[in-house]
């Protein structure tokens, strides 16, 4: 996969050379080109920002150097290369989700255009909307200074799902989110030796050796910790990925199935 990132921090993107996306990288899995929109300002001052159409507070991106700096990237695909999806985080974009991660995996060029300020000029999304697959994605609902962190972000959760990129230790399946895997439950707790610290034991049944029984009670943790942390998750679930044991903790939770067969809060929350 190949990955541009425009931006006027091109060392914000600098941990795209550290760990999976560094090794990835090295091992020539994954093609990331960072670039100073700056590059692309013909002015003293290499102005990148004017102030809003309609008045009102800061400063809006300028459209030409968006222009000439996408023109440019695009043009430098190779003959024949497909066009590459634009990734322009924004607050006002769709959510990014485990399931947009997969599907950006799945491209063979992908180009973030993180923005400073108030955003870039409307007209920008609008030209390449006409020529590109463009996706406005937000990584969450809190404020930032701009949109290098989430492409720090979204480049990490794609880049490990792409083929070799992940070794056997660390692997997919059960991933909190990975879509069908745990059925959209968080993970429980983990523990590791020693087997006592600080007067700390870990759960008798994690050394019982009993693999049906261990499984259980992983599956209890995560219903517990998903009532807790993520209810909102429970309530969206599928209600046949709970069975009878799933159903029982639910219920000890204060959680029963609504008229609709959808899991709901039926009782007062039930202390940690
Ligand atoms: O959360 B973000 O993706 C984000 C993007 C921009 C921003 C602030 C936050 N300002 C300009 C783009």
Redesign the pocket.
């Known amino acids: 996969m190949r990955i541009d990132v425009v931006t006027i921090f091109p060392e914000y993107l600098e941990p795209l050379s550290v760990s999976l996306v560094g090794k990835a990288r090295a091992r020539g899995q994954l093609d990331v080109r960072v670039h100073d929109l700056r590059e692309w300002t013909h002015d003293k001052h290499n102005t990148v920002d004017d102030t809003p159409y309609g008045g009102g507070p800061g400063m809006v991106m300028k459209p030409e150097p968006w222009g000439e700096a996408l023109d440019a990237v695009i043009e430098s695909g190779a003959q024949g290369e497909e066009l590459p999806v634009l990734v322009v ?3 006002s974009g769709r959510p990014f989700t485990q399931e947009l991660a997969v599907e950006l995996s799945e491209k063979s060029w992908l180009v973030f255009t ?6 870039i000029d409307r007209r920008v999304i609008e030209e390449y909307g006409d020529r590109l697959d463009v996706r406005e994605v ?2 969450g609902d809190y ?5 290098e962190a ?1 492409v720090l972000v979204m480049v990490e959760a794609v880049a490990r799902l792409l083929p070799g990129v992940l070794g056997n230790a660390e692997s997919h399946r059960d991933d909190s989110f990975a879509p069908g895997a745990m059925a959209d439950l968080l993970e429980g707790p983990v523990y590791t030796k020693p087997p006592e610290w600080r007067d700390r034991g870990i759960p008798d049944v994690l050394l019982s050796g009993h693999h049906g029984k261990i499984a259980r009670w992983r599956r209890d943790e995560a219903i517990r910790r998903t009532v807790r942390n993520r209810p909102d998750l429970i309530e969206r679930a599928d209600p046949a990925a709970f069975d009878k044991k799933d159903r029982e903790i639910l219920s000890i939770l204060g959680w029963g199935p609504g008229p609709d067969g959808r899991f709901g809060r039926v009782a007062p929350d039930v202390e940690e």
């Open positions: 985080p924004t607050p993180p923005a400073r300020y108030e955003g937000s990584i404020v930032l200074a701009g949109g989430p």
